[in-house]
T-cell receptor, first 113, second 111 residues
Framework: SQTIHQWPATLVQPVGSPLSLECTVEGTSNPNLYWYRQAAGRGLQLLFY??????ISSEVPQNLSASRPQDRQFILSSKKLLLSDSGFYLCAWSQVAEGGEQYFGPGTRLTVT | SQKIEQNSEALNIQEGKTATLTCNYTNYSPAYLQWYRQDPGRGPVFLLLIRENEKEKRKERLKVTFDTTLKQSLFHITASQPADSATYLC??????????FGSGTRLQVQP
């Protein structure tokens, strides 16, 4: 069966510090991968998605970046965090490019102070 | 621009009743629409997918309808239980490889 991991589970970082969140998927190959952010009490905002190694599509211009160094690994990064980067970060995968349901990881709660 | 609307107010119902949640979309015609459940502090969980040529889809106590004329999907939970309390998100296809989610409606089932 497929599983998706995210770490860390929680993170408190000062403004201006770097960020690296990691997501890995097991039990499937060539998945589509996604990063979402959810602010408190708000909906899901798609940040990045990837259909293959090295292929990243950015949805929102901001100080975040994403990379996919391996087929089942997706990394979200920032060189300098802003207060507005606080939120709940979710990684997800799907097997089909269109119409496929998405499976979400447990999420990372990021607080920028 | 494309817009997805879900009732932002929480829906409170009594146990055993049918809960009905609404998802409206404007300025596009999705080929399919998905519904997810999200519990506090957790990632969303996929529930159902309905395609534009399907008027209705059922899974156990769940039923989804898709009216492409009204540009609306209804999500029903029959014989609701307190364990059904959660936020429910709709995600219509927007013609891209990634989903766009509505902001969700919180359902609270009172025992």
């Amino acid at each position: 069966s497929q599983t998706i991991h995210q770490w860390p589970a929680t993170l408190v970082q000062p403004v201006g510090s770097p960020l690296s969140l990691e997501c890995t998927v097991e039990g499937t190959s060539n998945p589509n991968l996604y990063w979402y952010r959810q602010a408190a009490g708000r909906g899901l905002q798609l940040l990045f998605y990837s259909v293959g190694i090295g292929q990243i599509s950015s949805e929102v211009p901001q100080n975040l970046s994403a990379s996919r160094p391996q087929d089942r690994q997706f990394i979200l990064s920032s060189k300098k965090l802003l207060l507005s980067d606080s939120g709940f970060y979710l990684c997800a995968w799907s097997q089909v490019a269109e119409g496929g349901e998405q499976y979400f990881g447990p999420g990372t709660r990021l607080t920028v102070t | 621009s494309q817009k997805i609307e879900q009732n932002s107010e929480a829906l409170n119902i009594q146990e055993g009743k049918t809960a009905t949640l609404t998802c409206n979309y404007t300025n596009y015609s999705p080929a399919y629409l998905q519904w997810y459940r999200q519990d506090p502090g957790r990632g969303p969980v996929f529930l159902l997918l309905i395609r534009e040529n399907e008027k209705e889809k059922r899974k156990e106590r769940l039923k989804v309808t898709f009216d492409t004329t009204l540009k609306q999907s209804l999500f029903h939970i029959t014989a609701s239980q307190p364990a059904d309390s959660a936020t429910y998100l709709c995600a219509p296809d927007t013609g891209r490889r990634a989903l766009t989610f509505g902001s969700g409606t919180r359902l609270q089932v009172q025992p």
